[in-house]
């Protein structure tokens, strides 16, 4: 029996805010996948995409 593994790399957004409605604050919580990466090469392989992955969208509002 053969066992293959596929490593995908995922960037999320994720916000939280309050407003108020009727004299009552609602906390909102929105998450929304902005990108996904099939990665060939193992774990070793989507741990340096990730880093990429977290740096470039560290930096893109610079």
Do not use: C, I
């Not at 929304?32 to 193992?42: D, N, P, R, W």
């Amino acid at each position: 029996m053969t066992t293959t593994t596929a490593w995908y790399v995922l960037v999320e957004e994720d916000t939280r805010e309050s407003k108020p409605v009727d004299g009552q604050s609602l906390k909102f919580h929105r998450w929304k996948l902005t990108a996904s990466q099939h990665v060939e090469g193992g774990e070793e392989a989507a741990a340096r995409s990730l880093s990429t992955a977290s740096h470039s969208n560290s930096t893109a509002g610079s």
